[in-house]
């Protein structure tokens, strides 16, 4: 071969190795080298707080090795961006500063060549910063006074406990999209139960699995070995199979100590959801554990929180049975007006809801430390009842070590028919508002769970923008504009005496048509939520709907207080003797509220609105 030839050869193997480079659109500080159609490994090299990582929602997920100093850090995944990017979800690097930090990304789609894969939104649009701004542009439906995650994806509420003036909120977290995917415990704290601090993720996936739902307690004694007064978790490690694991803290739950013998109770089968609290009647622990798939909860007891003895089961056969019975609870509270206290059972259960999807229900009877009995109506047998009768009410769970004897709830604001389809996007879900249960006795001699808005709400009533004493609403509709400066965001207070018509008709509606119609049924005793017409419902066949919900009287008056947030309403009726709960997304914020007798007249007595403070 002659020297020309022998340089031409040289030259075209440079010019293939430019063309067919591994190299991607590497950001200022990242080499992204992609090594083959689906794998790509992304480089640390500069010195910034986070890598800000590319999501399209609609993408499948990518799986991301983290490793540091050659070492396997974690493995999460992402919905990495192929032909767009809809938003970005930060990756904080600042623990490994002065370490080499690799990703190595194995992405779902695959493609013709590496030229091709270099061209995906993600290798192109990936960058480092010093910071991310948390505030993102989704406002137009992000709630202004309930509690949401600052970005990412958030369903069952769990791990709550209450210490030092603090209610400490965990969460089902998935900090790297807005879809269910990565379980960790996200965490909250607030010392009003309206405003909420953001911290660091408390507890991650490890070995034994991702983290689903569980509970904190107080250990006071000091009982599982981590000193006095340290908060315990329990939690459900989801891996190749489900099994219950510990983690202790003591700093007040910020951070946790993974217990280095776990599991602490493995079974044949599924079982989720550890639900623990210190029995003082018989001296030890209990818990209580969804056996998911089998439609009953697991009683066990323990000494130390660790070694647990399985006493009893139950619930088959019983309330509903149509879907997987999740998240349980289980505590003691008086029956107002009466000498005697009993015991409530929380099964969360999905599907199974009266209108599709996921609810809670609940059992009310007796427990002696090891078996739950529940009470039987008049015919003998065992009534499914429901905390709340809208759709949107799930995962509902309470607080451990609530001061003043309460007992304080909060749920999952959505539906799984529908939560990875709602419309917004960088972040979803949000929790219902707390509230404080009560037993009361019904009309028909039975023992029901009331659930009233915890006292601390009322410190966000603002301007009163609507204040009359009385009316008198007959066919023709009542109208009064909702507080435009605050975007319609209020709570409204009405007290309805309908004995002498057939229904009373509640309207909230816009200039583009969306509305939603409450109406109380008077000889059925109950109350109804249309939000077919509510504003967006086409992202689900299963969003428009019509709520209904049992009253509990038979006097023809009712008191009702709504609460109306960007995407919620929440109908509390007679101080929570009745529910509803439901999303809604208008095109634009309801800007009106209507009132109207049918077929007849009603009286309505101190009819108030308040702005919200925001």
Known sequence: MTKLSTGL?????????????????????????????????????????????????????????????????????????????????????????????????????????????KEDACWVDLKLADTFDFADAESKYRPAYHHTPLYGWMNDPNGMFYKDGKWHLYYQYNPYGSKWQNMSWGHSVSSDLIHWEHLPVAIKPNGLGTVFSGSCAIDRQGSAGYGENAVIALYTSAGTSQMQSLAASNDNGTTFKIHNANPVITLESEARDPNMFWNEKTGEWNLILAHALDHEMLIFTSPDLKQWTLQSSF?????????????????ELPLEGENISKWVLICNINPGCPFGGSAAQYFIGDFDGKKFTPDTDASGNVPTKWLDYGKDHYATVSWSNCPDNRRTVIGWMSNWQYANEVPTMQYRSANTLP????????????????????????????????????????????????????????????????????AFNIELDNKNGDKVVMTYDVKNHSMSFDRTKSGKVDFSTHFPAVTIAPTRENNGNIALRLFIDRSSIELFGNDGQFVMTNLVFPTIPYSTLSIQAVGGKAKVSDFKVFSIKQ
Request: charge should be neutral; charged fraction near 25%; proline fraction near 5%.
């Open 9 to 117: 050869v040289a030259i075209s193997m440079l010019v293939a190795s430019v063309a067919y480079s591994p190299f991607a659109h590497s950001a200022e500080g990242v080499e992204i080298n992609c090594l083959g159609v689906n794998n790509t490994l992304v480089r640390i090299t500069g010195n910034a707080n986070y890598l800000l990582l590319p999501i399209q929602d609609s993408n499948d997920d990518a799986r991301i090795n983290v490793l540091v100093d050659g070492k396997l850090e974690e493995t999460f995944f992402a919905r990495l961006a192929k032909s767009r990017t809809d938003f970005f979800v930060p990756y904080d690097l600042s623990p490994y500063k002065g370490k080499n930090v690799v990703f190595d990304v194995v992405t779902p789609q695959g493609r013709a060549s590496v030229r091709e894969s």
């Open 315 to 331: 619930g088959k056969g019983l309330g509903s049975q149509d879907g997987v019975w999740e998240c349980p609870d289980l505590f």
């Open 435 to 502: 509230r404080d249960l009560k037993l009361f006795r019904g009309a028909d001699g039975d023992i029901y769970v009331a659930s009233a808005p915890v006292p601390e709400l009322t410190a966000l009533r603002s301007t009163l923008s609507v204040n009359v004493k009385k009316v008198t609403a007959n066919s023709k509709k009542s109208v009064y504009k909702l507080p435009a400066a605050n975007d319609g965001i209020c709570e409204i207070l009405l007290n309805v005496d309908a004995r002498k018509a057939q």
